[in-house]
Structures are given as C-alpha cells and as structure tokens.
Antibody, heavy 120, light 107 residues
C-alpha cells in the first residue's frame, strides 16, 4: 500500500524559505503513470493547489505562487520536495502532498498533512 | 485560470436523505472534474474522478454526473459517516483549481 508522509519544520519565520519533503513508501516515485503534487489548506479554509511534478520532470505551478515555489524530485530517496520562498503569514496552512494518476487526472493518495505556521 | 464554484456552501440534512451538491466551472472542462471528501481533522479523500467514475472502495451511495460546465455530486441516502466537507476540483488544465467546499451536516 502506497503511503505518503510530509516532513519539515512546523514554524518558519517571515521572509524565510519554507521547505517540506514528502516521503513515498510502498511504491516507486519513478513511474510514468503518476504525478506528484502539493496542496495547502489555510486554517478553516478550503484547498489550494500549489503545483505538481511529473515523471518527465515537468513542473506546473499555481501562477499565484509561481515566482516563489519550486517542486523537485529525488528518485534515489523516493521523495519529492516543496520550497516556498519569502513566506508571510498568509502562507500559514496545512500542507499536503499527494499522488495523481496520469490517466485519472485526480489525486488518489494523500499524505496526512503537516501544519506550517509562519511567525516570528 | 478556470474558476470552480460550488453550491451550496453548507447544508443540513437528515439521515437517509438524498443530498445534491453542484459545481460549476467558468469554462467547459469536458468531464475533467473530481470530487473529494474531507472529514474533520483528516486529509481529503478521492471519491469520484472524471465526473462520474467511483474511486475504488467508495460506497455506491455516492455518484457523480455532468459534463461541460455543470456537475453534480449526489449522496443517495445520507449516513452518519458522511459528515464532511466536499470539494470539487477541475483537472482540465493547470492550475488544478478547487471549489470552495460544501460542508454537510446531519440534522
């Protein structure tokens, strides 16, 4: 059974970068059948798509974050990562990683999520 | 960006009721519409993809329909475990925008 687990600091200072890692277990991240994505959810609010990365290395980012975000994959560690620069309080959220099916074009497996607070 | 609008934002229904949630896209998205369920304090769970295909393990009381710009999620007989917020998401193009959510409460 494929499992995804987010990890990273729970507290980040304003203007600093936010870095999170999603570890994939029970399956390989190197499959052309899937893509890997990040989604966030501010406290008490809805879901916000951050971006995704495909087996080919192609990345797609939400234009609202594009200048600040980078998603990358480390196949040797079976992980993918999110880096968000110059954070503000508005970036405080639960961050989820998820797997998407290329055929289904839907996020079928999600991590539990990790809460990140931006505060000095 | 394609905007996705859900309605209602919340609803209250009795056990056994038929519940319908709608999602409207700002442009045609064919059948590239997914539905997720998020229970309090939990990660979202995929219910339906491609507008009407039930994800493995999802109870058959959930169903989806629609194409183009208008879509519907139906719960045929509301159960206690269906207390949750439901989100639609368009996967026609990037960014893969989500609807604002519909919170379902039990009367």
């Amino acid at each position: 059974q494929l499992l995804l687990q987010e990890s990273g600091p729970g507290l980040v200072k304003p203007s600093e970068p936010l870095s999170l890692t999603c570890s994939v277990s029970g399956g390989s991240i190197s499959s052309s059948n899937y893509y890997w994505g990040w989604i966030r959810q501010p406290p008490g609010k809805g879901l916000d798509w951050i971006g995704s990365i495909y087996y080919s290395g192609n990345t797609y980012y939400n234009p609202s974050l594009k200048s600040r975000v980078t998603i990358s994959v480390d196949t040797s560690k079976n992980q993918f990562s999110l880096k968000l620069n110059s954070v503000t309080a508005a970036d405080t959220a639960i961050y989820y990683c998820a797997r998407g099916g290329v055929s289904e074009v839907a996020l079928d497996i999600w991590g539990l999520g990790t809460m990140v607070t931006v505060s000095s | 960006d394609i905007q996705v609008t859900q309605s209602p934002s919340s609803l209250s229904a009795s056990l056994g009721d038929r519940v319908t949630i709608t999602c409207r896209a700002s442009q045609s998205i064919s059948r590239y519409l997914n539905w997720y369920q998020q229970k309090p304090g939990k990660a979202p769970r995929l219910l339906i993809y491609a507008a009407s295909t039930l994800q493995s393990g999802v109870p058959p009381r959930f169903s989806g329909s629609g194409s183009g710009t208008d879509f519907t999620l139906t719960i045929s007989s509301l159960q206690p475990e269906d207390l949750a917020t439901y989100y639609c998401q368009q996967s026609y193009n990037n960014p893969r925008t989500f609807g604002g959510g519909t919170k379902v409460e039990i009367k």
